[in-house]
T-cell receptor
Framework: SQQGEEDPQALSIQEGENATMNCSYK?????LQWYRQNSGRGLVHLIL?????REKHSGRLRVTLDTSKKSSSLLITASRAADTASYFC???????????????FGKGTLLTVNP | DADVTQTPRNRITKTGKRIMLECSQT?????MYWYRQDPGLGLRLIYY???????NKGEISDGYSVSRQAQAKFSLSLESAIPNQTALYFC??????????????FGPGTRLLVL
């Protein structure tokens, strides 16, 4: 079963606008990660936020985490056509110090940035 | 990511055939994973391995088997392929030594069609 659920399923914006995607999850986590997938290709890691962090930045990316609401958001500022891709959140639900680490992925948000 | 390679990249097979998908990595990572991706369902974990002698079932292991021949190689087999195994298959790796910042690196994927 899916741990993370992204919202919306699809988002279409104009170049230069900001894009916000949300992720909700069900159980407690150690960290939450966001990945990007260009059409039909492998996923690429974007950013990781730990459960004791509330916000993190990387270039045009801003991630927030609210563990009380079990939710995260990914903001892409000043979007570009090249940002067109699917974006997935993934959670690490390991509570045994890393010995059984694995990720559970959501279904993704398809972002289309129109030139 | 060129450090994680998958062969073949595309495969068409018939119902009942046995096929093997191969994954190799030059990243020196100890952990390897096999996922399948279906439209609208995101990524689901099939099997994962934390070391050469370690094999673990994931969320959807029925109908699949794996072999970890060496630290750098992790193969996925479909013993008797069926049409609902038509999907995009990804191999991924991660490094236990990165601790709480552990992220996964994906191969380019294998597109499998079972007729």
């Amino acid at each position: 079963s899916q741990q993370g659920e992204e919202d919306p399923q699809a988002l279409s914006i104009q170049e230069g606008e900001n894009a916000t995607m949300n992720c909700s999850y069900k159980t407690s986590i150690n960290n939450l990660q966001w990945y990007r997938q260009n059409s039909g290709r492998g996923l690429v890691h974007l950013i990781l936020i730990r459960s004791n962090e509330r916000e993190k930045h990387s270039g045009r990316l801003r991630v927030t985490l609210d563990t009380s609401k079990k939710s995260s958001s990914l903001l892409i500022t000043a979007s570009r056509a090249a940002d067109t891709a699917s974006y997935f959140c993934a959670t690490d639900t390991d509570n045994s110090g890393g010995s059984n680490y694995k990720l559970t992925f959501g279904k993704g948000t398809l972002l289309t940035v129109n030139p | 990511d060129a450090d994680v390679t998958q062969t073949p990249r595309n495969r068409i097979t018939k119902t009942g055939k046995r096929i093997m998908l191969e994954c190799s990595q030059t990243k020196g990572h100890d952990r390897m994973y096999w996922y399948r991706q279906d439209p609208g369902l995101g990524l689901r974990l099939i099997y994962y391995s934390f070391d050469v002698k370690d094999i673990n079932k994931g969320e959807i292991s029925d109908g699949y088997s794996v072999s970890r021949q060496a630290q750098a190689k992790f193969s996925l087999s479909l013993e008797s392929a069926i049409p609902n195994q038509t999907a995009l298959y990804f191999c991924a790796t991660s490094d236990r030594r990165t601790g709480p910042q552990e992220t996964q690196y994906f191969g380019p994927g294998t597109r499998l069609l079972v007729l």
